[in-house]
């Protein structure tokens, strides 16, 4: 996971090539070179989650970088959904793919603008730490969102302390249980969508999480109502790294509007937490926005705390 450390860069005369994304054979290189590397990179544990969006219906806002002999040295993706532009590289070779990989993505963005997938704006999230990242952002003209007024985005990343609090009492008449698989997505989707107030979750995208390597549908979990009804939702993550540690994350998680101050929030979240402890997770994180809203207050009084400021850096493109 996340961790600031000393930048090691190689100065070599690196033939590089550029390529097109060529389907569901890319997909495990790509998430190889962020296990190799996951203090490079602030999504690691989920994934999972983010490869299954439809992003990926736009094979075109997807593009990878290799070495003379095919290695992966880079990949980024302009993640419609989360209007973000994900990307992983080689740190060794910073300097000679960051460039290019922010080149692609700006020429990318001002191509699709007025298309399905394009957005007027487009936004890279970075460690505060990550200062040679920063300076390259800068300089391809994005700027930190952190103290813009109103409208400031910055966001933090949280470890939990791993006391497991004891099960919180649930609502007369609820209980928590795995989701149905397949037969309960297009339920899962209507409540998501509602959480969010954001019509971004799909049947697609959440069917294909389910079909991921990663996926265990014990830790899929969901709060049912009285009347059966899906009244929250916390999907948690595996992952072990080379050393055969493991983590955990949580993305996504959520209570409907109708179901708020009933305690629900930390009941599902204390049941994921239980349930990613008892599969020999030592490190549990979540990411969430900066701000004290609800959800940092509930991650906050569960255990977590801070461990890394994200920025968010942004360029406009209408």
Request: a negative charge.
């Amino acid at each position: 996971m996340p961790r600031p450390g000393r930048p090691y860069y190689i100065e070599v005369n690196l033939q590089i090539t550029e390529r097109n994304f060529s389907g569901t054979a890319d997909l495990e290189a790509m998430a190889e070179l962020v296990r190799k590397f996951p203090a490079e990179n602030i999504h690691v544990v989920d994934l999972p989650y983010r490869f299954s969006s439809w992003s990926f219906d736009y094979p075109e806002n997807i593009r990878l970088w290799t070495d003379e002999n095919g290695q992966l040295l880079a990949w980024a993706i302009l993640q419609v959904p989360f209007w973000k532009i994900d990307y992983a590289y080689n740190p060794e070779f910073h300097r000679q793919v960051h460039p290019q990989i922010l080149g692609w993505a700006d020429e990318q963005a001002h191509k699709i603008v007025s298309t399905p997938s394009g957005h007027p704006a487009w936004f890279v999230p970075v460690l505060a730490s990550w200062i040679d990242r920063i300076h390259d952002l800068e300089k391809a003209g994005f700027t930190s969102q952190a103290n813009v007024g109103e409208h400031s985005w910055s966001q933090v990343l949280m470890e939990h302390s791993m006391h497991i609090p004891a099960g919180a009492k649930l609502p007369d008449g609820f209980y928590i249980r795995p989701l149905h698989g397949a037969s309960e997505v297009d339920v899962y989707v209507e409540l998501h969508r509602s959480v969010f107030e954001s019509k971004n979750m799909t049947i697609a995208w959440r069917s294909r999480t389910l079909q991921r390597p990663e996926y265990i549908p014990d830790l899929d979990l969901v709060a049912v109502a009285p009347n059966g009804q899906l009244a929250a939702f916390c999907i948690c993550w595996l992952a072990k790294d080379d050393n055969d540690n493991i983590s955990g994350q949580i993305e996504p998680m959520g209570v409907h509007a109708d179901f708020r101050k009933l305690g629900l929030g930390r009941a599902i979240l204390s049941e994921g937490l239980r349930r990613l402890s008892a599969r020999g997770a030592k490190h549990i994180y979540v990411q969430t926005d900066s701000y004290r809203d609800a959800a940092f207050k509930l991650y906050e009084a569960s255990g977590f705390h801070v461990i890394q400021d994200i920025l968010m850096y942004r360029k406009d493109y209408e």
